[in-house]
């Protein structure tokens, strides 16, 4: 349990340090920081449907902070998540408005199905050049997004453009309505979703056989081998499950908030990602609270705006603060030296350019 | 004025968390002597040799260097006192000259340049003074590891060192380079160089120290010279208690085959034969020992042994069986048990507990697996067994094997490896780095699932470890295997010299 507590620590620190820095640039460029940062609050949670539309930001950033833990825990850095969520997005919405006369309780796992085949095999792509060619994940990754964005680009402007009269967008029409989420006592489906694929997760790499291979090659590649894990085949598994879950968010996305695919909507989720992946401290459940604080702040910071005159970009400053001060745990750990950190499974970010050694 | 302590340590104490590393700990260092440093791991001697060369503080005690009372805050201030230390693992540029290695941080310079004339003088001169020289310009890398660490020698006689430490400095060499090592410590003792030589081999000890301090758990327990003690009473200094030196008494029986390496050639990572057409066989209940030096092929014999490196020919045969290469699953399926070279990067993974560690290799499989899950009342049920029967000291299953002591860690592989009830066992160098009450532990280990019949393959290059052990010897020299009849026809000196010149009177 005091493991559990001090896990929280380097997060929770993180946090309110960016919170802090963020506050002292506020009122160097004129605002009230308290005064901001309650209208954020407020903008979150202040009423039932700012909750609603917190859990709405926060769905596909808990499926794509699981693509990326989960990739991670194989030492894989999956920053090809953005390309693999985005054919997820593209391909749910395909087959959610392709696809036509069939009831919601099919057409709605149809289209997730969909997603999360287009993103699963976009990831198992480079988890096949990884494990046959040794080519860097994060090298393919950058490439293979290049290739997601402008490919999803050509589709929705010629094949699957959406033809009706007044439209003037390259977008795919509307998906219909037997695909879209319902919203289950006032919480948006696709939030129940995450939350039941952040456990599936966490259950997979704690008590699967499979998570546990993984979990070999992540924290030492040469006893995988000297022990006779087949390295190939826990690479392409875990990009073809972490391709998947990135795959779902768009699928989630789509179906849940976007309704169609529209080139420019989504870019930056997958790599957002990353963010939640690392405040969650890389385990499947951590990012749920992860992703719900950074939804809340991209909830809130147009109240924010609203009523507190504060441009929304402080929102992304802060949330980059977040990030830094996370990867950058050094520095939390030299100012609040005496606190005992807790030691888990490390991880290697900035490893792993020349292969695994 | 001979005689007097160069370096003086009074009532030296350091701990780490509440742990006691050095308690009360008073040590002399007399000018020009050869004070050797006895103790297991952990007794407490990095700690503080550590503190002498500026790496750590002391909590309490003093430090006295040629009479004068020194803080030694970092380790600059120890090498303008004059004190270097050597350590295990050199810490040269692999791609530079050992004249680049030399100066590398204190060069001389002209108005913008290195001054490598003048480098060249100075350690010529040095060469003169001391009486071993080096060749300036050959790229360190491709030196053998003795001629390496003189290059790391040198380095700190440049630097003006009075007091050299040398970390386990023969834990790495051979016997023609320990004994060339021995040659050149006397002469720089003889030129009032003062040497503080660290190790647990007590039979170095006894041939080249002036006098001996013994630690155990942090604290001094003895400081004697070589003529008034004899091994066996400094083995029981050191461990606090009476240990015996194993040894194989027994005629090995002639049992069926377990294991046959036929025509073996294996390729080395760069590409070139580094075993060629090796064979030989193992049989149950006997222990074959291929002694060598390190690089001559015994990383990638293993390797092929163990399925982790691609076989160019031949065949390798498990109880009757070929084995296909590159499947260490099949390996161990088949009755393989490993214990490798590296512990620390194959054998174990480390972020993980004990628990997961003893089911390495049998994860997938019942009692662990049930289809796609683990059973983790299983494994852990499994780990407290084991942690029992093999005398793991620890906290329970789920501590990390990291934060275990080597010795600890080496326990937690054989428990792995020798509860499988396998019949060949591949140990390579499996007590590299360890004590001497682990190192007996590991023997003893080894001796009974001898005795239960398997067939044990025992690479090391520890001499000594092969005769005490070995039921047939077999050198193996740039890649090639030299038989030795029997056990008889070994003693050190001829095995010694097979080692580094292989068979060279064939020729």
């Known amino acids: 349990m005091i493991l559990l507590l001090r896990s929280f620590l380097v997060?929770?620190?993180?946090?309110?340090?960016?919170?802090?820095?963020?506050?002292?640039?506020?009122?160097?460029?004129?605002?009230?920081?308290?005064?901001?940062?309650?209208?954020?609050?407020?903008?979150?949670?202040?009423?039932?449907?700012?909750?609603?539309?917190?859990?709405?930001?926060?769905?596909?950033?808990?499926?794509?902070?699981?693509?990326?833990a989960f990739a991670l825990k194989a030492g894989l850095f999956n920053i090809g998540a953005q390309g693999q969520f985005l054919f997820g997005a593209f391909a749910a919405a395909v087959a959610g408005f392709y696809v036509q006369a069939i009831p919601s309780v099919f057409h709605i796992p149809l289209a997730i199905f969909a997603g999360m085949t287009a993103g699963g095999i976009y990831g198992l792509v480079q988890g096949a050049l990884k494990a046959f060619s040794g080519a860097h994940e994060v090298i393919t990754g950058i490439m293979c997004n290049y290739i997601a964005i402008n490919?999803?680009?050509?589709?929705?402007?010629?094949?699957?453009?959406?033809?009706s009269p007044g439209n003037i967008v390259a977008r795919t029409p509307q998906i219909l309505d037997t695909s879209r989420f319902p919203d289950v006592a006032g919480i948006p489906l696709g939030f129940i979703a995450a939350i039941i694929a952040a456990i599936l997760v966490w259950w997979i790499v704690r008590y699967a056989v499979f998570g546990f291979e993984i979990r070999v090659v992540g924290s030492g590649i040469n006893a995988a081998r000297y022990s006779g894990v087949r390295i190939r085949s826990v690479l392409m598994g875990t990009m073809l499950i972490s391709g998947a879950l990135a795959g779902l968010g768009g699928a989630v996305e789509t179906q849940g908030v976007v309704h169609r695919f529209q080139p420019g909507f989504n870019t930056g989720l997958g790599f957002e990602g990353i963010t939640i992946a690392l405040l969650g401290r890389v385990h499947p459940l951590g990012i749920i609270p992860a992703a719900i604080l950074i939804g809340a702040m991209k909830a809130g910071a147009g109240m924010m705006q609203f009523s507190a005159g504060v441009e929304n970009e402080i929102?992304?400053?802060?949330?980059?603060?977040?990030?830094?001060?996370?990867?950058?745990?050094?520095?939390?750990?030299?100012?609040?030296?005496?606190?005992?950190?807790?030691?888990?499974?490390?991880l290697s970010l900035s490893t792993g350019w020349g292969g695994n050694s | 004025m001979d005689g007097f302590p160069v370096l003086e340590l009074k009532g030296i104490s350091k701990s780490f968390h509440g742990v006691m590393a050095n308690s009360g700990v008073d040590f002399k260092l007399k000018k020009g002597e050869i004070h050797a440093l006895l103790g297991e791991n952990g007794a407490g001697k990095s700690?503080?040799?550590?503190?002498?060369?500026?790496?750590?503080?002391?909590?309490?005690?003093?430090?006295?260097?040629?009479?004068?009372?020194?803080?030694?805050?970092?380790?600059?201030?120890?090498?303008?006192?004059?004190?270097?230390?050597?350590?295990?693992?050199?810490?040269?540029?692999?791609?530079?000259?050992?004249?680049?290695?030399?100066?590398?941080?204190?060069?001389?310079?002209?108005?913008?340049?290195?001054?490598?004339?003048?480098?060249?003088?100075?350690?010529?001169a040095l060469s003169d003074q001391y009486g071993f020289s080096i060749d300036p310009d050959a790229v360190t890398e491709d030196l053998p590891v003795g001629i390496?660490?003189?290059?790391?020698?040198?380095?700190?006689?440049?630097?003006?060192?009075?007091?050299?430490?040398l970390d386990e400095p023969t834990a790495v060499l051979t016997p023609q380079e320990t004994e060339d090592l021995f040659r050149v410590m006397r002469r720089l003792a003889r030129k009032s160089v003062s040497i503080i030589f660290i190790t647990h081999k007590l039979r170095e000890v006894m041939q080249i120290a002036d006098s001996i301090t013994v630690m155990q758990r942090g604290a001094i327990k003895g400081v004697l010279s070589p003529g008034e003690t004899d091994e066996q009473s400094l083995a029981r200094m050191m461990i606090g208690r009476e240990i015996n030196m194993i040894s194989n008494d027994r005629s090995a029986g002639?049992?069926?085959?377990?294991?046959?390496?036929?025509?073996?050639?294996?390729?080395?990572?760069?590409?070139?034969?580094?075993?060629?057409?090796?064979?030989?066989?193992?049989?149950?209940?006997?222990?074959?020992?291929?002694?060598?030096?390190?690089?001559?092929?015994?990383?990638?014999?293993?390797?092929?042994?163990?399925?982790?490196?691609?076989?160019?020919?031949?065949?390798?045969?498990?109880?009757?069986?070929?084995?296909p290469a590159l499947h260490p699953r099949k390996m161990m399926e088949n009755g393989l048990a490993h214990i490798p070279e590296d512990r620390l990067k194959y054998g174990l993974v480390l972020p993980f507990s004990i628990a997961e560690n003893q089911i390495l290799c049998t994860y997938y499989r019942n009692p662990f697996a049930r289809f796609m899950w683990r059973n983790r009342k299983a494994m852990l049920n499994n780990s407290r067994e084991l942690m029992d029967r093999f005398d793991i000291r620890a906290g329970g299953p789920e501590e990390s094997v990291k934060t275990l002591s080597g010795g600890n860690q080496q326990k937690v592989i054989i428990s792995r490896e020798f509860s499988r009830n396998s019949i060949f066992l591949l140990a390579n160098q499996p007590t590299r780095g360890l004590d001497v009450g682990s190192i007996e532990y590991v023997h003893r280990q080894m001796l009974t699932l001898r005795d239960k019949g398997a067939g044990i393959l025992l690479i090391s290059?520890?001499?000594?470890?092969?005769?005490s052990l070995a039921d047939s010897i077999l050198v193996i020299y740039r890649g090639r295997l030299i038989s030795m009849a029997g056990k008889e026809g070994a003693d050190r000196a001829s095995l010694g010299l097979m080692m580094t010149r292989g068979l060279e009177r064939e020729k």
């Open chain 1, 11 to 68: 997060p929770a620190g993180s946090v309110l340090l960016a919170f802090l820095t963020g506050g002292i640039l506020l009122f160097l460029s004129g605002s009230h920081p308290v005064e901001a940062y309650i209208a954020l609050f407020q903008g979150a949670f202040g009423d039932l449907s700012s909750i609603s539309r917190t859990l709405e930001k926060a769905t596909p950033l808990i499926m794509n902070g699981l693509a990326i």
């Open chain 1, 151 to 163: 490919m999803t680009d050509y589709l929705v402007n010629h094949p699957f453009r959406d033809r």
């Open chain 1, 315 to 346: 929102i992304d400053v802060i949330q980059a603060l977040i990030l830094f001060f996370v990867t950058a745990d050094v520095i939390l750990q030299k100012m609040l030296p005496g606190i005992k950190w807790a030691e888990g499974e490390r």
């Open chain 2, 47 to 124: 700690t503080l040799m550590n503190m002498i060369c500026g790496l750590l503080q002391p909590d309490r005690g003093e430090i006295f260097i040629q009479g004068n009372r020194r803080k030694i805050q970092n380790p600059k201030i120890a090498i303008q006192l004059g004190v270097g230390m050597i350590h295990q693992h050199f810490m040269i540029v692999p791609g530079f000259t050992s004249l680049e290695n030399i100066i590398l941080g204190s060069e001389p310079v002209t108005r913008m340049a290195i001054d490598f004339r003048k480098a060249r003088k100075q350690i010529a």
């Open chain 2, 148 to 165: 390496q660490q003189r290059v790391e020698i040198f380095k700190a006689l440049y630097r003006k060192v009075g007091i050299l430490i």
């Open chain 2, 254 to 323: 002639a049992g069926r085959t377990v294991f046959e390496a036929s025509g073996l050639s294996v390729n080395s990572s760069r590409g070139f034969e580094a075993v060629s057409d090796v064979s030989f066989c193992v049989r149950e209940g006997e222990i074959v020992g291929i002694a060598g030096i390190q690089g001559n092929g015994q990383m990638e014999l293993s390797e092929a042994i163990a399925g982790l490196r691609e076989i160019a020919s031949g065949n390798i045969i498990l109880s009757g069986k070929v084995m």
């Open chain 2, 461 to 467: 290059s520890e001499l000594d470890e092969i005769l």
